[in-house]
Structure formats: C-alpha cells, structure tokens
C-alpha cells in the first residue's frame, strides 16, 4: 500500500499547479514515434541536449521504416552528442524495425504492445500513453522518484513499486499532469544534492527529514564589537 501523505494529494498539485504553470514535458517532438525515438536518446543524457540533436534527425528520418532502414554510421553520427551513441543508434534502428514489422510503422497505445518493443521499458511506455495519446498513465522518471519518496508518496526505491503507489494516489484525470508538475519542481526547487526548502512551496506538507534551512544572518556576541 502506497504511504498516506501529509495532506491531500490534491492540495500538493494545486499548489505545484501555481508554482509551476508553464510545466510540460521537456523533450520536444510532434508525433508518437519522435517521442519514443527522443526518449530513447534521453537514456543518461539531458533532455535538452537530446532536444539539440532531434531536429536534424526527424528531418533527415521522417518515419519508422526510415528509421530502419538508416545507415548506421550516419544515424550513430546524428546522436552521437547524446552519449553512448552506438547502442542508441543500435536501440532506435531495432525498435522502429519491430515497429515496422508489427505495427505497420504506427506506434501503438497499448502498454503491452509498447512494453513488447526493444528497448522500451515501463518509464519509457508511461510517458508515450501520457503524453502521445493522453491516455492516464505515471512516468517514473529521477525527478518523479526522488520527490515521490521525500514527499512520503512511496516507501519504495524501486520505480515499478514507486509507480504503483503513485498510480493508486493520483487521480486518473491529474497523473499526466502530476509528473510534469513533479518533474519541474525537481528541476527549480526540489534539487537532488541541495534542495531549496525554504523557498518550497510544499515545505509544511513534505516529511523530508533533510530539510535545507534559510540562511540566517550571524549573531553578534554580547559585549564584541564588529569590525567591516
């Protein structure tokens, strides 16, 4: 069972919501299979750096078969700012070629079918169903764990269990919004080596028991006298 929040979940979106309104997902793209060609260059790699190299890749590969079909050396060229760049050039040809041969070159809106492809697993299926076909789903991906786990959402490290506790929580109608929401906030205020506390504005709702604290100006001692 997934773990009761310090208040409702609704309360952390509404407030999330005024604190980050522009929030959207950061990869850019405009059809399915971009989406799941970017998320596949985004594996250890920025989403704004996968957002550099997209542009001359769709334009240069426009559909599956393409994709398919490229010459390795000139796709591995084309990511290769993205890191590890024969495996993903590897992961992308096989992938749009499983595409092509069961799916006619369409990605599908089937968690399964999308789970049967090479390389995609259930961050990667998730956050195609939110945000290609706006079908309700939650994508774990860093920021979305990391928060979950210091708001008290989730006991759990593992990101199948975080999903299922945050999927139990999370209206149906709100989670695609829930992990922009979380994914911006992780990004702005909830940082992973030093988050901005005093300036959340979750701060009295979240558990975390390692909370960053305001600054405070020093003290002057009793009978000193400060020299500057």
């Given at each position: 069972m997934p773990r009761r929040p310090a208040a409702p979940i609704t309360t952390i979106l509404d407030r999330l919501e005024v604190s980050h309104p522009d929030a959207t997902?950061?990869?850019?793209?405009?059809?399915?299979?971009?989406?799941?060609?970017?998320?596949?260059?985004?594996?250890?790699?920025?989403?704004?750096?996968?957002?550099?190299?997209?542009?001359?890749?769709?334009?240069?590969?426009?559909?599956?078969?393409?994709?398919?079909?490229?010459?390795?050396?000139?796709?591995?060229?084309?990511?290769?700012?993205?890191?590890?760049?024969?495996?993903?050039?590897?992961?992308?040809?096989?992938?749009?070629?499983?595409?092509?041969?069961?799916?006619?070159?369409?990605?599908p809106d089937d968690f399964d079918a999308l789970l049967g492809l090479p390389g995609v697993g259930r961050k990667t299926a998730n956050i195609l169903l939110g945000n290609a076909f706006g079908i309700p789903a939650i994508g774990v991906d860093t920021h979305v764990g990391r928060l979950a786990q210091r708001l008290g959402l989730t006991r759990h490290t593992d990101p199948d269990k975080i999903e299922a506790d945050l999927a139990a929580l999370v209206p149906c109608a709100r989670q695609i919004r829930f992990c922009h929401l979380l994914q911006y906030h992780g990004r702005r205020v909830c940082l992973a080596r030093k988050p901005a506390c005093p300036t959340c504005t979750l701060v009295d709702l979240c558990p975390y028991s390692d909370k960053s604290e305001a600054k405070k100006p020093p003290t002057k001692p009793k009978g000193s006298r400060w020299v500057g």
């Amino acid at each position: 069972m997934p773990r009761r929040p310090a208040a409702p979940i609704t309360t952390i979106l509404d407030r999330l919501e005024v604190s980050h309104p522009d929030a959207t997902l950061a990869l850019d793209f405009r059809s399915p299979l971009q989406l799941l060609v970017a998320l596949i260059l985004a594996a250890q790699c920025t989403d704004a750096k996968v957002n550099e190299v997209t542009p001359a890749l769709f334009r240069r590969y426009r559909g599956a078969a393409d994709f398919a079909a490229a010459d390795p050396e000139e796709l591995e060229g084309l990511v290769k700012q993205t890191g590890f760049f024969r495996q993903k050039a590897r992961a992308v040809r096989g992938c749009c070629q499983a595409l092509v041969d069961r799916f006619g070159g369409q990605v599908p809106d089937d968690f399964d079918a999308l789970l049967g492809l090479p390389g995609v697993g259930r961050k990667t299926a998730n956050i195609l169903l939110g945000n290609a076909f706006g079908i309700p789903a939650i994508g774990v991906d860093t920021h979305v764990g990391r928060l979950a786990q210091r708001l008290g959402l989730t006991r759990h490290t593992d990101p199948d269990k975080i999903e299922a506790d945050l999927a139990a929580l999370v209206p149906c109608a709100r989670q695609i919004r829930f992990c922009h929401l979380l994914q911006y906030h992780g990004r702005r205020v909830c940082l992973a080596r030093k988050p901005a506390c005093p300036t959340c504005t979750l701060v009295d709702l979240c558990p975390y028991s390692d909370k960053s604290e305001a600054k405070k100006p020093p003290t002057k001692p009793k009978g000193s006298r400060w020299v500057g």
